[in-house]
């Protein structure tokens, strides 16, 4: 048999168990990558990100429309936009759109 120290050790041990777990499932479900499952590294105006949310690549988005102006056919607005849109399952100019339109509204 074993003792109440015992079993309640292995309930500790079993809770952080499902605690790693847990927040693993959360940090997976938050990531984002290229469409091909590589990171997401954007490289341009003299260096190099790496973006590891989908809330980080809106963001990124949206600040890109709002203070440098690029075009929609930049490569670094067409990578971004291409894996917000494989992760939420929309089209890449939907992506855009939206982060125009986020750019819009913080002025």
Do not use: C, Y
């Not at 809770?15 to 984002?32: P, Q």
């Amino acid at each position: 048999m074993t003792s109440r120290a015992e079993a309640a050790a292995r309930k500790k041990r079993q809770d952080r168990e499902l605690e790693k777990v847990a927040r693993a499932a959360s940090k997976a479900a938050n990531a984002i990558a290229n469409p091909d499952g590589t990171p997401l590294r954007i490289t341009g105006r003299g260096r190099t990100e790496t973006i590891e949310t989908t809330h980080a690549a809106r963001i990124w988005l949206a600040d890109a429309f709002e203070s440098w102006r690029p075009t929609p056919d930049d490569s670094a607005i067409q990578q971004v936009a291409a894996a917000i849109a494989h992760k939420e399952g929309k089209t890449p100019e939907d992506a855009i759109e939206e982060a125009k339109t986020r750019a819009r509204r913080r002025k």
